[in-house]
């Protein structure tokens, strides 16, 4: 404790976001493999963005996929896996939901050292009400008894979506200066930064069955809530044409909204502020604002930009179709990147994992 | 060695097939959530099979996920990555041929410990040989660094597939007493058996460096061969009514047959010596025929079942397509199961992984 301690960062927390970004660039550049023939479908372009799309026959799917992360490991230490189940919807169909498509189902992926039928049955029930949540079916999945490669186990997904008949992908293209940022909030850190987090919890020794400071839950269960799902809001508004934007707030921060377009920057000059957890994260780690709005959601966990004049009615819709209370966060302005002016924070890259 | 020796089986290998289907059996009962509505589309019924199929809009989209599992292991051991950045292809995109569907794309997912720039561009290369190989596109991927949750690497894949227009999915329903059953070659173990073949490897000392006795190549790079991949050979077929019945020999070796079918008996009465490296893991390792059987491909890697008086025009499409030589495994006859009666071994269930 004290002014002395170093802060608390991504990279001192052991991800060193550099090696992978390099590592990563050269498994992508050996894979890019010739296009494949017209038979097999064709891309519809949106490189880097929340999911791939692909045309097939008469439709267009979007295809994403994610992991729990290290958000599993304080499941581990509290004993409670159905949010963690549950995530293994919210963290896939969020991201499917910011491009505009549908939900239509989700393959599920465990791989765990030992099979062990409590655990499962809480995750199994996680996932019931994940997918009740985004609407969307369980199409299969695959369970790996893999001692020797996992310790514990590991989550995650792929879920594929579709545009129902009429709807275009919403992917940034459109968007315009003096368009409004409107903000979903989250409910705490849903699945990222957890990597940060355990490091510093690990070493301030702060103990997972207490609550923190002005909370009522033990610490461990604030922050095993499940990611929200934004599915069913996102999906009331995506058919209307003054929505020019989606953002799905995840690993990145907001960094995430310099996905959407390079060509306007998002000034971000009223958000709200984060609910208690953020802030005692902030400040029992000694973690600088600009780390903090670069790793986590910061109480907002999805962002939609849209029209001026469709602002009200889009904010109106949002809130009818169970998004709650829908935040004004800014507007766009000319120029690129990302500005919180009142916290003097500028993100010029997306960066997130 | 030796006859006393007590022989390799699965349940010696540490994998406890029971446990692992008790505990996903209470996942599945957990997660079997109320029907989405009809707007997420809705199932093709083909429960157990190798691909969820799911209706959505104009078209059938068929979903399959699967991992490289242990086999990374042997990778890793000999420093070689490109064959199992293959098999994430191959694993995945066989199981959507299984149903007659063309595969649109692939994503990928990599867990490891630490992003290491050399084994990325290998698995990369890996990667990109496969999609070519089966014409598909990478439509996105995750890499998560996760020292805390894996060793080393983990690799697996989620695969897309749809229907062209006017085929229809391959399930099995029209299998019948008479039927040819054919075999397609496979190159090796493809990705299955390695928790037992390694188990044993480590046991015996045999080393990976040196070939087996009438073996060229070193004993780890024959183990290394990536899965052959049916794609190419199977699309050329499945628009042919005579076509019946589609299976890839994967994890519970010619058990997956009875996937399709459970009101028909699979005799394979000319199933063809396996090469030598299968011998060799029976012959030194001490594993019965049931157990080699019922865990490898011996030899075999994709079956094709068709009304006899098809047979010929289609294994003559089939070797066009690419996919070498094709063998006459059997027929169908009334019961149900899987019979080798010139080995005596008779198999009842799938129980496959």
Request: aromatic residues 6%; glycine residues 14%.
């Amino acid at each position: 404790m004290g002014a002395a301690r170093r802060p608390w960062t991504y990279a001192r927390s052991g991800v060193d976001r550099r090696a992978v970004s390099v590592a990563l660039d050269r498994l992508l550049r050996a894979a890019r493999s010739p296009r494949p023939p017209r038979s097999a479908g064709r891309p519809v372009g949106a490189p880097g963005h929340y999911a791939g799309l692909w045309a097939i026959g008469r439709e267009v799917i979007a295809v994403t996929t994610d992991t729990v992360g290290t958000k599993v490991l304080v499941a581990d230490a509290l004993g409670r896996w159905e949010e963690v189940g549950e995530d293994i919807v919210g963290v896939n169909v969020n991201d499917l939901a910011a491009v505009g498509a549908r939900p239509a189902g989700l393959v599920d992926t465990i791989l765990c050292a030992a099979p062990d039928p409590r655990r499962f049955a809480a995750i199994g029930r996680g996932l019931a009400r994940g997918l009740r949540s985004a609407r969307c079916a369980l199409l299969g999945g695959e369970t790996a008894v893999v001692p020797e490669i996992v310790r514990g186990i590991d989550l995650g997904g792929t879920a594929v979506g579709f545009f129902p008949r009429g709807r275009r992908p919403i992917l940034g293209d459109r968007l315009r200066p003096n368009d409004i940022i409107l903000g979903l909030r989250s409910t705490g850190l849903h699945a990222n930064g957890f990597t940060l987090v355990r490091r510093w919890l690990a070493e301030e020794r702060l103990p997972l069955d207490r609550p923190r400071p002005g909370a009522r839950r033990p610490l461990g269960e604030e922050l095993l809530r499940p990611t929200r799902i934004y599915v069913r809001a996102i999906d009331a508004i995506a058919d209307e044409p003054g929505v020019h934007g989606l953002a799905h707030i995840s690993g990145g921060g907001v960094r995430n909204l310099v996905r959407l377009n390079r060509r306007v920057r998002f000034r971000l000059d009223q958000w709200p502020a984060p609910d208690g957890l953020f802030a005692f994260i902030a400040e029992r780690g000694g973690i600088s604002l600009r780390e903090m709005y670069q790793t986590f959601n910061m109480g907002i966990g999805f962002v939609v930009i849209v029209a001026p004049s469709a602002a009200a009615s889009i904010a109106e819709r949002l809130e009818r179709a169970g998004a709650g209370p829908v935040v004004r966060l800014g507007s766009l302005a000319p120029g690129h990147g990302v500005e919180l002016p009142h916290l003097g924070l500028l993100y010029d890259e997306y960066g997130g994992a």
